[in-house]
Each structure stands twice: as structure tokens, then as C-alpha cells.
């Protein structure tokens, strides 16, 4: 026997976008018939054809009308086609694994197996063959799209690899009719249909169908014998031949017009020779159409009874009843088992399986993907319980509706309705807007209650760490490696660093700081910045050098993008390039926790999002920043000495010896990760108990004044010449301040308005009398002062 092993398992493409779906699952059998839809979304079927070619007489008549007779609905039609083609079965196995691997399982993997021979002339010569077809279709997948598809399939089943590793029959492998079976009518043949009982149930919707559709039929209908006894059959098949049935075939046939037989007895005679089962309402349907009843008609007594049979709610039967996008809408959102919400500004709203929202944006997709998922499994049931009731109208029109689904036009209806029965107008509002909760993937902080707990939908969580927490516990040897590492770079600042920066837990109004981190390249704040970032993962975000430049409340995508972050940092600041002065400004009305309107580029005004700071803030700078004289500014600002330089050899005292593998060790350990979460989350709870208010170390006060002093020659020169006595009587007008701070400073730039604020800011009292403005309770020093020459220069 030969084969053709050179093709053996090929993909079948649909075309872009199309697949194949069997009406019902009770149609998957040798005469199904297959609908083709048309679906902008995803593939939901995947094909292939094990295809070999053998010599002419390989299979006997005898073999070729088995075979085709077989499918693989049944066990025993798989274990026909498996015992023929040997290396079928671990083919469509690994075939299976790779496709639950690879795409959506909504309701898990089903195959199909089909087989047919017969006679193929190949080739140019037309060579006569015997061709093999065995065709398995898997279906209950989901892929994204048609390319995936096809990727998938070029990566697994028409990889060389795949071929070679399942080849077609080689010789002598097909098993022969009848061989190795011990009973060959079992293994081939379908059971014997089983007759139905007599006695048997009778769902009370099928016989109001069966008389509401008798009573469209003419008067005239059954005056003839053979109208009179098929009407007989179809009661008695609907109603399994009950009373119930005979009831109304005596009383449909009194109505008829000229009819003698009305004697009840009649009927009993005759109703015990009917056998139930050879017509049902099939039949009747046909009737009625070939008596010219309206199909409206028809439909509607199909339809108004319906629902008596349907197990599938109330929804379904008013969808099925009067089919349109407002029914179709109230239908989805009542089964459809994933939570939606709409907004006007940010458009749809998807909860995950995790709890948190997702956003879609205006025209999601998904939405054809959550319809197709909710109601098709629906239609399919009820398509197999009108077939149970032999209702093939209903069953007609519920495949009709079935058709329809995810279509763009019905898409766009249904997008209309469920936007306004699902809007949230305070779900942009509510989303990430609790302060109290840092979010991981699978659970959440909550720093009120001090504890980890599930995330809940009402907890309105988009933005998580982007990693989960797990089941880590605090662990007191990580926790001593950790304080060890974040030591040697901090040193006496360390505690002050941890409790300021676990305000990123609750970044509220109690904290409005920000903190400039002040050391030459190589001190380790890259490195710490690096792994803040890694701890609160997608709660933090850096900041571009250039933020503040714009003004607050406009246009301005990268402040948005800050939106109810924990973590900011601007890394490595340099001010001579940056203009960090003039970026500092538009901090003071974030940091007061005050509400700015922003919006993204391309937005409309009505568009803009409230937003407020939500985070620590931090800036990374080699050399201390210029951020000029501005007291709100000053007040705010905390400076974060970083003492140390890590080099190869350290020679002075404030140098330490570099560790090339620190960043690595702290960004690739994922205890240190979670252990430093812990940590922060303790020194928040220490922070509360100390109301918010840190006592600065030595080192901090000392980098935080010297910053202070390079920032403000008008203080420094003050301070240096000038007591403050508090006395009402020590008086110096503005405009004598002026002229001295010109004459030993040399700096004609700066205006009396400029020095008048530096002073003020420095809590210094001013009066106006009737000739100036005077500041009260300063006096020049009596020692000669020293000149204030060249340390200052231009205030800005």
C-alpha cells in the first residue's frame, strides 16, 4: 500500500474574518448543515484537514462506506478513525494543548472529527488515487484576530517540525473492515432510535403552541378525511398522545366548516391507532404556509408562546419576542456576567477578573466579544429546546437571530442603550481616587485599616504595582539585608528618608513637602530612585524635566499622566540645563492639595480632568538646584543629603568602595521588593502617630539651609548685617534696604518690590508710614559689617 506523506496536515483559511459554526450541537453529524457568518472580531473556529493519497483498491467499497459513516461525535466513531490513521490522534492532541495555550477558552475545547474517501484523479497526468480526507475542527476558542490565527498555524501545524513528527499512513497501517473489533455492529452503527412512551410529558407551552397555531388554520381545513387524520397525527406527536392532545383535535375539528363527525367516541377510536412520532409541528408549520397564513401571523403565535418553554428569563424571551437593539441591550447587560460602566469623558469601563477597572475607551471592541460570549451559548440551548419541542419555526427564527449577532449595525444600536443604562457620571471621579489604598494584583494595602485585603469592584482600582503581592510575610533576615544596603548609602538620613516616603502610602494635604535629593554622580540615588520606581510599579512614574514650564491649567498630557500616582521623581536634574528654578513654581498649588483642571492633547475644554497631587514628590540633582527666592516654594522644599561616593578605590573619607552588582541585587530580588513595601507601610502607621510631623536630622536641616542660603543672597546679606530685635522702635525703610543691599552686593538688578518679599517671607513685620514703607523691629548690627561682596550675585 503507498502514501503520499508530503502533505499531511494543512490549515484551512476561511478567509479574513470568516469561520464556520454548526447551527446546533445536534447537528455536528455526517448531513450538517453549516452557516457561514461574517464577524469583524475574532475566529472562532480552527480547521484542519489530515489529507494522503493511496493506490487505486488500497480501500474496498466495503471500507470507503464504513468509514464515511463514521464520525467523531461518538467514542466509537473517534476510536474508528484513530485505529485507521495512527498518528491522528497525538497530532490533534498536541494540536489541543497548543490551541488552550494560545487562545480564549469561553466554555473549553470541543473537536469535531469528519472522515471521507474516494476516488481523486492527481496531478497532471490525473493519476487515478484513492484521496484520504479526515477533516477536525476545534471549536469553543477565541482568538484575537484572523493574523494570529494564521501566525499560530505557521508556528505549529505547517512547521516542518509538526510533519515530520506526524507523517500520513505509511504502508500496511490500515486496518482492514471488520478486523480487531470483537463486535463490528457496535463499534460502527448508532444505537436503534428509542420509541417515545405514550405517557410520556408534555410541556403545557408545546400544546398552547400546537392550538394557538390550529386556530390559524380556515374553517375549512379537516372537512377532508386525510386534512382530518394528519391533524390527529401532529396532537398526537406534540402532545406524546395524551388526552390533552385528543382534546384539541376534537375541538380544532368541530370548527370545521361541513363536518359530520362529531360524536367524541369517534375520535377515542381513532386516536388509539395514531402512533406519536411520525409528524410534529413541522408539519404543521408547512401546513399553515401552504394554506396561505401570513407568516406575521405565524411568527407571532410562535412567539407569544415561546417563552412558556424557555428557560432563559425574562430577558430572553422579550429579546426573542420583539427582536431590537433596546430588547437585545436589556438582555446582554441581565446575563452578561463581566460589570461594564460608561462615561461621557473616558468612555467605557470593564471590570477584569480581578477586580480592578479597565478602560476601553469609547468604541471597545470587547463589547462584540462580551455579546457574542453571553447570548450565543443561549440561542444555542434554546435552539435544542425548540428542536426537543419539534418546534422548527421557533427553532428557524432563533437561528435567524442568532445570525445577526455582532453585527455592526445592531453593535451600534446596543452601544446607545447600554451607554445610558450604564453610565456612571462619578466614575472618573471615582477611579484610583482613594488615597488609603495602594493596589497590587491580587489584593491591596489599605493604610486606615493598616492591613492587605482582597480587592473589591466598589474599591474602583484601575492603576495597580502592576505585580502580585502574594502570601510574602515579613521576614527579619531580608529586612536586615535591606536596612543594611539602604544604610551604607543614606547613612544618618535613613530613617527620615523611609518616613517621608511612605507618604507616598497616603500622599495627602498632611504632606506637602517635596524633596530635592542633593549628591555628585555615584552616590547611590539612581539606585534608590530605581528601586522606589520597581516597589510601587505602575503607581510610579518619572517626570519629565520640563513639567512645570506649562501653565497648570491647560493642556498639559504630562501632568495628566501623573494622575493619582504615588511615586514621582524627576532623575537626575541638572538646573544649569534645566531651569530647575523655573520649573518649581507651579509646584506650590499641587503640593497644597489644591484641584487643577488639565487635559490631554487634542482634548476639548469641556474635556479637562480634576486632578489632584497625589504623590511624593522628588528631584534628583548632581549639585544643588537653583529654586530661587519664592518663600512658598523654601518652606516646602526638604534636601536629602546623599554623603557618599562609591569608586573602585576609595582614598577619602566620604568615599566607599563601588558594588557593581547593588542595582542588580535590589531590582532583581523580589523579597527586597515586598519587604520594603512592608517597611514603608510601618513607617506610615509611625508617621500617623507622630501627626505628620518628622523631626529633620542634622544632616538633612544642614543640606536644607546651605540650599536655602545659595538660593537667597538677599537673606544671607540680610542676616549679615541686620539684627532682628523684635522692637517697635528699630525701624528701616525698604528703600534705605534697597540702596545698602546695592551698594555691598553690587547686584542693581533686583527691584525693591523683590527684596521687600525676601524679607517678608522671612516673617519680618512692615508698616507704611506717612512718607514710606518701613520693616519694624530690625537694626543695622553696631560692629562694622563686613561688605557682602560677589556671594550673591543676580537675584532672579
Given at each position: 500500500?503507498?502514501?503520499?506523506?508530503?502533505?499531511?496536515?494543512?490549515?484551512?483559511?476561511?478567509?479574513?474574518?470568516?469561520?464556520?459554526?454548526?447551527?446546533?450541537?445536534?447537528?455536528?453529524?455526517?448531513?450538517?448543515?453549516?452557516?457561514?457568518?461574517?464577524?469583524?472580531?475574532s475566529?472562532?473556529?480552527?480547521?484542519?484537514?489530515?489529507?494522503?493519497?493511496?493506490?487505486?483498491?488500497?480501500?474496498?467499497?466495503?471500507?470507503?462506506?464504513?468509514?464515511?459513516?463514521?464520525?467523531?461525535?461518538?467514542?466509537?466513531?473517534?476510536?474508528?478513525?484513530?485505529?485507521?490513521?495512527?498518528?491522528?490522534?497525538?497530532?490533534?492532541?498536541?494540536?489541543q494543548?497548543?490551541?488552550?495555550?494560545?487562545?480564549?477558552?469561553?466554555?473549553?475545547?470541543?473537536?469535531?472529527?469528519?472522515?471521507?474517501?474516494?476516488?481523486?484523479?492527481?496531478?497532471?497526468?490525473?493519476?487515478?488515487?484513492?484521496?484520504?480526507?479526515?477533516?477536525?475542527?476545534?471549536?469553543?476558542?477565541?482568538?484575537?484576530?484572523?493574523?494570529?490565527?494564521?501566525?499560530?498555524?505557521?508556528?505549529?501545524?505547517?512547521?516542518?517540525?509538526?510533519?515530520?513528527?506526524?507523517?500520513?499512513?505509511?504502508?500496511?497501517?490500515?486496518?482492514?473492515?471488520?478486523?480487531?473489533?470483537?463486535?463490528?455492529?457496535?463499534?460502527?452503527?448508532?444505537?436503534?432510535?428509542?420509541?417515545?412512551?405514550?405517557?410520556?410529558?408534555?410541556?403545557?407551552?408545546?400544546?398552547?403552541?400546537?392550538?394557538?397555531?390550529?386556530?390559524?388554520?380556515?374553517?375549512?381545513?379537516?372537512?377532508k378525511?386525510?386534512?382530518?387524520?394528519?391533524?390527529?397525527?401532529?396532537?398526537?406527536?406534540?402532545s406524546?398522545?395524551?388526552?390533552?392532545?385528543?382534546?384539541?383535535?376534537?375541538?380544532?375539528?368541530?370548527?370545521?366548516?361541513?363536518?359530520?363527525?362529531t360524536?367524541?367516541?369517534?375520535?377515542?377510536?381513532?386516536?388509539?391507532?395514531?402512533?406519536?412520532?411520525?409528524?410534529?409541528?413541522?408539519?404543521?408549520?408547512?401546513?399553515?404556509?401552504?394554506?396561505?397564513?401570513k407568516?406575521?401571523?405565524?411568527?407571532?403565535?410562535?412567539l407569544?408562546?415561546?417563552?412558556?418553554?424557555?428557560?432563559?428569563?425574562t430577558?430572553?424571551?422579550?429579546?426573542?419576542?420583539?427582536?431590537?437593539?433596546?430588547?437585545?441591550?436589556m438582555?446582554?447587560?441581565?446575563?452578561?456576567?463581566?460589570?461594564?460602566?460608561?462615561?461621557?469623558?473616558?468612555?467605557?469601563?470593564?471590570?477584569?477578573?480581578?477586580?480592578?477597572?479597565h478602560?476601553?475607551?469609547?468604541?471597545?471592541?470587547?463589547?462584540?466579544?462580551?455579546?457574542?460570549?453571553?447570548?450565543?451559548?443561549?440561542?444555542?440551548?434554546?435552539?435544542?429546546?425548540?428542536?426537543?419541542?419539534?418546534?422548527?419555526?421557533?427553532?428557524?427564527?432563533?437561528?435567524?437571530?442568532?445570525?445577526?449577532?455582532?453585527?455592526?449595525?445592531?453593535?451600534?444600536?446596543i452601544?446607545?442603550?447600554?451607554?445610558e443604562?450604564?453610565?456612571?457620571?462619578?466614575?472618573?471621579?471615582?477611579?484610583?481616587?482613594?488615597?488609603?489604598?495602594?493596589?497590587?494584583?491580587?489584593?491591596?494595602?489599605?493604610?486606615?485599616?493598616d492591613?492587605?485585603?482582597?480587592?473589591?469592584?466598589?474599591?474602583?482600582?484601575?492603576?495597580?504595582?502592576?505585580?502580585?503581592?502574594?502570601?510574602?510575610?515579613?521576614?527579619?533576615?531580608?529586612?536586615?539585608?535591606?536596612?543594611?544596603?539602604?544604610?551604607?548609602?543614606?547613612?544618618?538620613?535613613?530613617?527620615?528618608?523611609?518616613?517621608?516616603?511612605?507618604?507616598?502610602?497616603c500622599?495627602?494635604?498632611f504632606?506637602?513637602?517635596?524633596?530635592?535629593w542633593?549628591?555628585?554622580?555615584?552616590?547611590?540615588?539612581?539606585?534608590?530612585?530605581?528601586?522606589?520606581?520597581?516597589?510601587?510599579?505602575?503607581?510610579?512614574?518619572?517626570?519629565?524635566?520640563?513639567?512645570?514650564h506649562?501653565?497648570?491649567?491647560?493642556?498639559?498630557?504630562?501632568?495628566?499622566?501623573?494622575?493619582?500616582?504615588?511615586?514621582?521623581?524627576?532623575?537626575?536634574?541638572?538646573?544649569?540645563r534645566?531651569?530647575?528654578?523655573?520649573?518649581?513654581?507651579?509646584?506650590?498649588?499641587?503640593?497644597?492639595?489644591?484641584?487643577?483642571?488639565?487635559?490631554?492633547?487634542?482634548?476639548?475644554?469641556?474635556?479637562?480632568v480634576s486632578?489632584?497631587?497625589?504623590?511624593?514628590?522628588?528631584?534628583?540633582?548632581?549639585?544643588?538646584?537653583?529654586?530661587?527666592?519664592?518663600?512658598?516654594?523654601?518652606?516646602?522644599?526638604?534636601?536629602?543629603?546623599?554623603?557618599?561616593?562609591?569608586?573602585?578605590?576609595?582614598?577619602?573619607?566620604?568615599?566607599?568602595?563601588?558594588?557593581?552588582?547593588l542595582?542588580?541585587?535590589?531590582?532583581?530580588?523580589?523579597k527586597?521588593?515586598k519587604?520594603?513595601?512592608?517597611?514603608?507601610?510601618?513607617?506610615?502607621?509611625?508617621?500617623?502617630?507622630?501627626?505628620?510631623?518628622?523631626?529633620?536630622?542634622?544632616?538633612?536641616?544642614?543640606?536644607?539651609?546651605?540650599?536655602?542660603?545659595?538660593?537667597?543672597?538677599?537673606k544671607?546679606?540680610?542676616?549679615?548685617?541686620?539684627?532682628?530685635?523684635?522692637?517697635?522702635?528699630?525701624?528701616?525703610?525698604?528703600?534705605?534696604?534697597?540702596?545698602?543691599?546695592?551698594?555691598?552686593?553690587?547686584?542693581?538688578?533686583?527691584?525693591?518690590?523683590?527684596?521687600s518679599?525676601?524679607?517678608?517671607?522671612?516673617?519680618?513685620?512692615?508698616?507704611?508710614?506717612?512718607?514710606?514703607?518701613?520693616?519694624?523691629?530690625i537694626?543695622?548690627?553696631?560692629?562694622?559689617?563686613?561688605?557682602?561682596?560677589?556671594?550673591?550675585?543676580?537675584?532672579?
Open positions: 500500500m503507498a502514501s503520499n506523506p508530503d502533505k499531511t496536515f494543512l490549515t484551512q483559511s476561511m478567509g479574513d474574518w470568516k469561520y464556520r459554526v454548526f447551527d446546533s450541537p445536534d447537528d455536528v453529524d455526517g448531513d450538517a448543515h453549516l452557516t457561514e457568518y461574517i464577524v469583524e472580531n475566529p472562532r473556529r480552527f480547521y484542519v484537514d489530515f489529507e494522503d493519497y493511496f493506490e487505486p483498491g488500497t480501500f474496498s467499497p466495503e471500507d470507503i462506506a464504513r468509514i464515511n459513516e463514521t464520525d467523531g461525535k461518538t467514542t466509537t466513531g473517534e476510536l474508528q478513525i484513530y485505529r485507521e490513521f495512527p498518528t491522528l490522534h497525538d497530532g490533534i492532541m498536541e494540536l494543548d497548543a490551541l488552550q495555550a494560545e487562545t480564549d477558552m469561553p466554555f473549553g475545547i470541543m473537536t469535531y472529527i469528519g472522515v471521507n474517501i474516494r476516488d481523486y484523479a492527481k496531478g497532471k497526468d490525473k493519476k487515478p488515487m484513492q484521496k484520504v480526507s479526515v477533516h477536525v475542527i476545534f471549536y469553543g476558542v477565541y482568538f484575537k484576530d484572523h493574523a494570529s490565527m494564521e501566525v499560530f498555524a505557521k508556528r505549529t501545524v505547517q512547521s516542518k517540525e509538526f510533519q515530520e513528527k506526524y507523517p500520513a499512513n505509511e504502508p500496511g497501517l490500515v486496518i482492514p473492515r471488520g478486523k480487531d473489533f470483537e463486535n463490528e455492529k457496535e463499534v460502527v452503527c448508532e444505537p436503534e432510535p428509542v420509541k417515545k412512551s405514550r405517557t410520556a410529558t408534555t410541556s403545557t407551552g408545546s400544546l398552547g403552541l400546537l392550538e394557538g397555531l390550529l386556530n390559524l388554520l380556515p374553517d375549512t381545513y379537516c372537512v378525511y386525510d386534512q382530518w387524520f394528519r391533524i390527529g397525527c401532529i396532537c398526537a406527536s406534540v406524546d398522545g395524551s388526552d390533552e392532545g385528543l382534546a384539541i383535535w376534537a375541538n380544532k375539528s368541530r370548527q370545521a366548516k361541513g363536518y359530520e363527525r360524536e367524541d367516541d369517534v375520535y377515542a377510536e381513532k386516536w388509539k391507532d395514531i402512533t406519536p412520532g411520525k409528524v410534529n409541528l413541522g408539519t404543521l408549520y408547512k401546513i399553515l404556509s401552504s394554506s396561505r397564513v407568516k406575521e401571523a405565524i411568527r407571532a403565535v410562535t407569544q408562546h415561546c417563552g412558556n418553554h424557555l428557560s432563559l428569563g430577558e430572553f424571551h422579550n429579546m426573542v419576542e420583539e427582536w431590537n437593539d433596546h430588547n437585545i441591550a438582555c446582554f447587560k441581565a446575563h452578561c456576567k463581566t460589570q461594564f460602566k460608561f462615561s461621557l469623558v473616558s468612555g467605557w469601563w470593564r471590570l477584569t477578573d480581578n477586580n480592578t477597572w478602560n476601553d475607551g469609547m468604541a471597545p471592541h470587547f463589547i462584540r466579544t462580551a455579546l457574542l460570549e453571553t447570548l450565543h451559548p443561549m440561542f444555542e440551548q434554546a435552539i435544542i429546546e425548540a428542536k426537543k419541542d419539534n418546534n422548527s419555526e421557533l427553532a428557524t427564527i432563533l437561528k435567524a437571530h442568532r445570525r445577526n449577532l455582532g453585527n455592526n449595525k445592531m453593535i451600534k444600536g452601544y446607545e442603550f447600554l451607554s443604562y450604564l453610565s456612571d457620571l462619578d466614575i472618573d471621579t471615582k477611579i484610583d481616587a482613594n488615597p488609603n489604598l495602594t493596589a497590587f494584583d491580587d489584593c491591596l494595602y489599605d493604610c486606615e485599616a492591613a492587605f485585603r482582597p480587592i473589591t469592584a466598589d474599591d474602583y482600582i484601575s492603576t495597580t504595582c502592576g505585580y502580585a503581592f502574594g502570601e510574602y510575610k515579613h521576614s527579619e533576615e531580608t529586612r536586615a539585608e535591606l536596612l543594611e544596603l539602604l544604610g551604607g548609602i543614606l547613612g544618618s538620613s535613613l530613617d527620615y528618608f523611609l518616613l517621608t516616603q511612605s507618604a507616598a502610602l500622599a495627602t494635604k504632606m506637602s513637602d517635596f524633596y530635592i542633593v549628591g555628585n554622580g555615584g552616590n547611590g540615588k539612581g539606585v534608590i530612585n530605581e528601586f522606589l520606581t520597581l516597589v510601587f510599579g505602575k503607581s510610579a512614574a518619572p517626570a519629565p524635566p520640563g513639567l512645570f506649562k501653565v497648570l491649567d491647560s493642556k498639559n498630557p504630562e501632568l495628566l499622566k501623573l494622575r493619582n500616582k504615588r511615586y514621582v521623581s524627576i532623575p537626575d536634574s541638572e538646573p544649569e534645566d531651569g530647575t528654578a523655573s520649573r518649581l513654581g507651579g509646584l506650590v498649588k499641587l503640593l497644597d492639595s489644591d484641584e487643577i483642571l488639565v487635559r490631554d492633547n487634542y482634548a476639548r475644554s469641556k474635556d479637562m486632578m489632584k497631587a497625589t504623590f511624593v514628590f522628588n528631584i534628583l540633582c548632581n549639585d544643588v538646584p537653583e529654586v530661587g527666592t519664592d518663600g512658598g516654594i523654601q518652606r516646602r522644599m526638604k534636601v536629602i543629603p546623599f554623603p557618599y561616593k562609591f569608586v573602585d578605590e576609595p582614598t577619602l573619607p566620604h568615599e566607599k568602595p563601588k558594588d557593581p552588582t542595582k542588580r541585587r535590589l531590582s532583581d530580588n523580589d527586597y521588593k519587604e520594603m513595601f512592608i517597611l514603608l507601610t510601618e513607617k506610615y502607621q509611625e508617621l500617623v502617630s507622630k501627626r505628620y510631623t518628622v523631626a529633620m536630622p542634622d544632616s538633612v536641616m544642614t543640606a536644607t539651609r546651605d540650599v536655602e542660603e545659595e538660593n537667597n543672597p538677599v544671607t546679606w540680610f542676616l549679615a548685617k541686620y539684627d532682628i530685635t523684635g522692637n517697635d522702635a528699630h525701624r528701616v525703610s525698604i528703600r534705605d534696604l534697597h540702596d545698602a543691599y546695592g551698594v555691598d552686593t553690587g547686584d542693581r538688578r533686583t527691584t525693591n518690590r523683590q527684596l518679599k525676601v524679607l517678608s517671607d522671612m516673617m519680618l513685620q512692615k508698616k507704611k508710614t506717612k512718607t514710606c514703607s518701613v520693616f519694624v523691629g537694626r543695622e548690627k553696631p560692629a562694622e559689617p563686613e561688605v557682602f561682596g560677589g556671594a550673591g550675585g543676580t537675584l532672579h
